[in-house]
């Protein structure tokens, strides 16, 4: 978690990779490590589910084959399963797995967390992005 030093142990505003404040991700189906929306993170979220996605069936493909099925609903835990199209919290490294297979799904640069530099290239992410102008 990031803490500001005014003494008064406010947290600051987590900030995406473009260094500006995170915007939301998607609130249907609901994402983020802390299910609010954001691909906002903290030391116990151990897979950095920093990367806000847009899904593809490439990607949903790959991820299943690599052991990560994110397309299949498990109602019993809420869960309706990421269709093509929707938008996601993605764990950096398997962003960067799928990127180094050829199969990175779009980005939204705004709503993903500084966080994801520490496994993911700015310039890999920026290839990817919808939301460059």
């Known amino acids: ?11 600051k505003p987590s900030r995406n990779v473009l ?9 249907d189906p609901i994402t983020g490590f802390f299910r609010n929306g954001c691909c906002d993170t903290a030391a116990e979220d151990l897979g ?10 490439a990607f949903l493909a790959f991820s299943k084959a690599a052991g990560n099925d994110l397309s299949t609903p498990l109602p019993e ?3 309706p399963g990421v269709n093509p199209g929707d938008r996601w919290c993605l764990c950096a490294p398997r962003w960067q797995e799928a990127h180094d297979a050829g199969k990175a799904p779009h980005v939204v640069l705004q709503a993903t967390h500084e966080g994801a530099l520490e496994y993911c290239a700015l310039a890999d992410l920026k290839r990817h992005a919808i939301d460059l102008s």
Do not use: K, N, Q
Request: proline residues 3%.
């Open 1 to 11: 978690m990031f803490r500001d030093d005014t003494g008064g142990g406010g947290r």
């Open 19 to 27: 260094g500006e404040p995170l915007t939301s991700c998607s609130f």
């Open 48 to 57: 950095s589910h920093t990367v806000c996605i847009v899904a593809t069936e």
């Open 77 to 79: 835990y809420g869960f």
